[in-house]
């Protein structure tokens, strides 16, 4: 069975740091795209950063986040980390590893399965 473990959320103070990181298992070979998302108690959730596989590892952020957050993926390890610096108290949420595992070729991430979620508080 596949499996995503995120960890690395903690409470920290506007404009502090953290990385997250994703344990991925249970599968034979590289994903086809590797997600970051987040979701605060009464918001949709939402992309945060996007790693497509499918796309030869084109990488794609939020407006909100573009120029904080890094995505980066280690496909020996199966692991994807999120580097989030000059964190604001809006980027409060549970933060959540996301993996495309499709058969099916083609350029759009179509993500399948799921982490648990890591919880990031940012107190101003």
């Known amino acids: 069975q596949v499996q995503l473990v995120e960890s690395g959320g903690d409470s920290v103070q506007a404009g502090g740091s953290l990385r997250l990181s994703c344990v991925a298992s249970g599968y034979r070979y590289m994903s086809k795209c590797m997600g970051w998302f987040r979701q605060a108690p009464g918001k949709e959730r939402e992309a945060v950063a996007v790693?497509?596989?499918?796309?030869?590892?084109?990488?794609d952020y939020a407006d909100s986040v573009n120029g904080r957050f890094t995505i980066s993926q280690n496909n020996v390890k199966n692991t994807v980390s999120l580097e989030m610096t000059s964190l604001k108290p809006e980027d409060t949420a549970t933060y959540y590893c996301?993996?495309?595992?499709?058969?099916?070729?083609?350029?759009?991430?179509?993500?399948?399965?799921w982490g648990q979620g890591t919880q990031v508080t940012v107190s101003s």
């Open positions: 996301a993996a495309d595992l499709q058969t099916q070729i083609g350029p759009t991430c179509d993500y399948n399965y």
């Open positions: 790693i497509n596989n499918r796309r030869g590892g084109y990488t």
